[in-house]
Nanobody
Framework: QVQLVESGGGLVQPGGSLRLSCAAS????????MSWYRQAPGNGRELVARITGTGTSTNYADSTKGRFFISRDNAKNTVYLQMNSLKSEDTAVYYC?????????WGQGTQVTVSS
C-alpha cells in the first residue's frame, strides 16, 4: 500500500524557517521524481519544487527560488523541503507528490502558516 506522510508544518513568523518531511512507503522510492506542491485558500495547487529520483536535478517555482531547497534521502525513503525567509504568502497546505511514468501518488498535506 502506497503511503506518503508529510510532517513538519506549523506556525512560523515571517522571516523564519521550517523543514517539511515526506516519508514514503509502498513503492520503489528512488525511481520516482518527488515534488512539493502547495495550495492556499481559494487558489489552485501549484508546484513548489521538484527533484529527480537520483537527486541530481532540481527545479523550483520562481516564487521560491533561493529560499526553498528540496532534497531527498533514498536510504530513508524521505524527501525534504527546507523553507527559509518565509513570507505570509507562503501560507498554504503543502503536499508531496511521487510520480513516475503514468503513476502518481499524493500525500495528505501539512499546513504551513506564516504570521506574526
Amino acid at each position: 500500500q502506497v503511503q506518503l506522510v508529510e510532517s513538519g508544518g506549523g506556525l512560523v513568523q515571517p522571516g523564519g524557517s521550517l523543514r517539511l518531511s515526506c516519508a514514503a512507503s509502498g513503492f520503489t522510492f528512488s525511481t520516482y521524481t518527488m515534488s512539493w506542491y502547495r495550495q492556499a485558500p481559494g487558489n489552485g495547487r501549484e508546484l513548489v519544487a521538484r527533484i529527480t529520483g537520483t537527486g541530481t536535478s532540481t527545479n523550483y517555482a520562481d516564487s521560491t527560488k533561493g529560499r526553498f531547497f528540496i532534497s531527498r534521502d533514498n536510504a530513508k525513503n524521505t524527501v525534504y523541503l527546507q523553507m527559509n525567509s518565509l513570507k505570509s504568502e507562503d501560507t498554504a497546505v503543502y503536499y508531496c507528490k511521487a510520480s513516475w511514468l503514468t503513476h502518481s501518488y499524493w500525500g495528505q498535506g501539512t499546513q504551513v502558516t506564516v504570521s506574526s
